[in-house]
């Protein structure tokens, strides 16, 4: 099950739950341009992991987040973007 289907408070459970909605999206952009498409609406990417699962440090996280990061500013709505990451172990 990909999420909550029911009432308009659904909750979706990560990006992954959201891969029902447009079929075969990741063949054909990846998850920073997907992400850019939320602009201007304020986004918040917490926690991201790699495709294997393994959470990303900062440094990695924002690399990996580049060109979301460059449209937002481009588009002037930098301040708008927050990508964080859990300094904590734990899962």
């Not at 659904?10 to 075969?24: E, F, N, R, T």
């Not at 987040?65 to 172990?89: E, M, N, P």
Request: aromatic residues 6%.
């Amino acid at each position: 099950m990909y999420g909550d289907t029911g009432g308009h408070n659904a909750k979706l459970g990560g990006y992954a739950s959201m891969a029902p909605c447009i079929p075969s999206i990741l063949t054909t952009a990846d998850l920073p341009q997907i992400a850019s498409l939320a602009c201007p609406k304020p986004l918040s990417i917490v926690n991201p992991v790699s495709a294997d699962g393994e959470k990303l440090s900062s440094r990695d996280a924002e690399a990996a987040f580049a060109w979301t990061r460059k449209f937002y500013d481009v588009s002037g709505h930098g301040d708008r973007l927050a990508i964080t990451c859990s300094t904590s172990q734990s899962r």
